[in-house]
Every structure is written in C-alpha cells, then in structure tokens.
T-cell receptor
Framework: GNSVTQMEGPVTLSEEAFLTINCTYT??????LFWYVQYPGEGLQLLLK?????DKGSNKGFEATYRKETTSFHLEKGSVQVSDSAVYFC???????????FGKGTTLSVSS | GAVVSQHPSRVICKSGTSVKIECRSL??????MFWYRQFPKQSLMLMAT?????????EQGVEKDKFLINHASLTLSTLTVTSAHPEDSSFYIC??????????FGPGTRLTVT
C-alpha cells in the first residue's frame, strides 16, 4: 500500500542553520507529494507541493524536489529562523486516491 | 485556498455522552471533506471521507456507528462521537478538498473524555 516515511525528530537547530528533513514514499504510479506545516496551536497549512517527477516545490525559503528514482521528497531550507519552529508533515496522494497519506511528522525547534 | 473552521476548538465531556464537532468551509463549496484523527506526537490518520448528500466512506477499523458523519450541505460537515470513552480523547481535524489534490485543513478540535 501507499505510505510515507519521515525522519524521526525532534530536530533542533540554531538560527541560520541549514535544514534537511528526509521523506521517502511508497506508492504505485505517480503520486502527488506535499509538505504541510503545523505551527503551535494552529491547523495544518500547505507549505509546498510537487505533482510530477523532477518538479521542485518551493515556498517561504523551503524547497523540495520530487525524485522518482529515489522515491524521495526531502525538505530543505538554507537558513532557518526561530519562526520556522513547527511540526512538518510529508504527505502524498496517489494517482487513484483522494485522501492524503501522512508521514508521522517531524518537530523542528529553532533557537536564537 | 479555502478557509476552514471547526467548532468547538476544545471540548470536555463525560464518558458515555455524545459530542458533535462542526467543520465549515467558509468561502468554498465543498463536495468532499475529510475527517482525521491525530494522536499526540503522531501522524494524522484518515477516519472517513464525507461526501455532500451521500453516506460517508469510512476507513478500515473506524466504527461508523460510533463516529457519525453528516455532510448535509456544501459548507458543513459534522462528526458526532457517540457514547464517548476516554480512549476517544484525541485531536480531530477536518479538511476540505479543492481541485484535484489541494486540501485545506481546519484548526482542529481537542476532545477530552473524562
């Protein structure tokens, strides 16, 4: 079946550090891939997405590239800020599906 | 994207009672809404897909008689937890599907059953 695996957290970084959160997936066909972010006390927000192989999603300095050959969609940011502290979820929708399948989430904590 | 609200944001109820959670799409007519459950430090688990004007589709292992879903209009879906027990305590989140793959989430409802 379809599934998403994210690196275990929490991830603790200093401000301006480089961030990578790994995400790999298992799915048939060509799923659409997403990163969602959940700030403390708030609902999930779509951060970025990619719908086909080699697409790069980007938003607010975050980037992720859809790698079909490695079935990965790693999230990166060159310089994190304290305000980036949140839980990040990798997710997919399969070609045939309608509902999102989420990874377990990775908590990011950035200190000044 | 679509703006989604949930009410209430927090609810505490006694074991054996029923609780209704509302999910509203404020600026978009949603034919499809989703209900998720999130346990502490864990991922969101899809409970059911709510389709306007028809019965909800429940995921395997979700008791449809316990978690009643009604999607009576294009802007409102409700989840009723019947005869709630402490193990039903969780964070319940709804989402609205806009387009082929876009989903927008409500802020969630924290249910505590005592």
């Amino acid at each position: 079946g379809n599934s998403v695996t994210q690196m275990e957290g929490p991830v603790t970084l200093s401000e301006e550090a480089f961030l990578t959160i790994n995400c790999t997936y298992t799915a048939t066909g060509y799923p659409s891939l997403f990163w969602y972010v959940q700030y403390p006390g708030e609902g999930l927000q779509l951060l970025l997405k990619a719908t086909k192989a080699d697409d790069k999603g980007s938003n607010k300095g975050f980037e992720a590239t859809y790698r079909k050959e490695t079935t990965s969609f790693h999230l990166e940011k060159g310089s994190v800020q304290v305000s980036d502290s949140a839980v990040y979820f990798c997710a997919l929708i399969s070609q045939a599906g309608t509902a999102l399948i989420f990874g377990k989430g990775t908590t990011l904590s950035v200190s000044s | 994207g679509a703006v989604v609200s949930q009410h209430p944001s927090r609810v505490i109820c006694k074991s054996g009672t029923s609780v209704k959670i509302e999910c509203r799409s404020l600026d978009f007519q949603a034919t499809t809404m989703f209900w998720y459950r999130q346990f502490p430090k864990q991922s969101l688990m899809l409970m059911a897909t709510s389709n306007e004007g028809s019965k909800a589709t429940y995921e395997q292992g979700v008791e449809k008689d316990k978690f009643l879903i009604n999607h009576a209009s294009l802007t409102l879906s409700t989840l009723t937890v019947t005869s709630a027990h402490p193990e039903d305590s969780s964070f319940y989140i709804c989402s609205v599907r806009e387009g082929v793959s876009e989903q927008y989430f409500g802020p969630g409802t924290r249910l505590t059953v005592t």
